[in-house]
């Protein structure tokens, strides 16, 4: 059975994004069966402890029983410390699994401090910048206190049209879809973006309802050696309960209204789970 961890960067905050707020994720993976009925996944969920020091089990996650990490980087910049992240560089190079994920603007900029290819996985407005200048504005008018990157792929609780980059990774393969591909993906007012270090490939994109840019919504580092794999995503929106099911609620600082596509669409709820189940067994998957 694949051990995986749901964590977060923030220490438990009923007001902000903690890992409760993942509930439906950790639920949807832990029900996953295979042919014989045995579940696939044991899946632990929690949010890195409180005070300003490492926190106890990313620090020495390389010496834990895990064979993957989702990491939720929820803060604004300071999640990490860097036995933390001296912790989970041990872990990858010794093959475990890395889904890394932020939100807009500097949220999530912890990530940064990863060494390596990991640390260069996604843009933001203060570190690693998106080469395009022009890019460099931002995308959703509405939230006007938040800057780029930004990009609007529709409300919380509504879903987007994803675009799959040919050729077509096997992350994305859905036997459900008509394509036989992931279609689609919860939205977000205002998504972050991933980036193309030495190595990564762009496996999905996304398209702004405001501007009509396309932005990079994923990538993927394949095994290097005996380093694991890695998943980059552009917001962690595509995860938390509030985005599957806008009447779980949100934290009292999210001003736009939900919509309700992903309530209306069982195509859509459909979709994001085989992705989310796509993900858990691609990272953890014996090189062939």
């Known amino acids: 059975m694949i051990k995986i961890l749901l964590q977060t960067t923030i220490a438990s905050d009923p007001d902000d994004w903690s890992i409760a707020r993942f509930s439906l994720l950790k639920a949807f993976l832990s029900s996953c069966r295979d042919g014989d009925g045995r579940a696939l996944f044991e899946v632990t969920a929690r949010d890195r402890l409180p005070g300003p020091g490492p926190d106890e089990v990313l620090q020495h996650l390389d010496t834990t029983a895990f064979d993957q990490m989702w990491l939720f980087a929820v803060d604004i910049g300071n999640g990490l410390t860097p036995e933390d992240c001296e912790g989970i560089g041990r872990f990858h190079e010794r093959g475990g699994g890395l889904m890394l994920t932020r939100d807009h603007m500097d949220l999530g900029s912890s990530l940064c401090e990863l060494a390596g290819r990991l640390g260069l ?108 794999r890695v998943l980059a995503e552009s917001t962690f929106h595509h995860f938390c309960d509030f985005n599957w099911d806008p009447r779980m609620g949100s934290p009292s600082f999210v001003s736009e209204t939900p919509g309700t596509g992903m309530l209306d669409s069982a195509d859509a709820l459909r979709s994001t789970k085989q992705y989310m189940r796509n993900i858990a067994s691609w990272l953890t998957e014996a090189e062939r």
Not at 132 to 160: K, M, V
């Open 121 to 228: 996985a996604h843009h933001f407005h203060s570190r690693n910048k998106e080469p395009d200048e022009a890019r460099r504005c931002r995308d959703d008018p509405y939230t006007t206190t938040i800057l780029w990157p930004n990009y609007h792929s529709g409300a919380n609780g509504d879903f987007q049209d994803v675009q799959v980059i040919d050729p077509a990774h096997p992350l994305l393969r859905d036997p459900d879809s008509p394509t036989g591909l992931v279609r689609y993906l919860p939205a977000h007012p205002h998504e972050g973006v991933v980036a193309l270090p030495d190595g990564a490939q762009t496996i999905l994109a996304g398209v702004s309802r405001v501007s009509g840019n396309r932005f990079n919504i994923a990538s993927v580092m394949e095994r290097n050696g005996r380093s694991g």
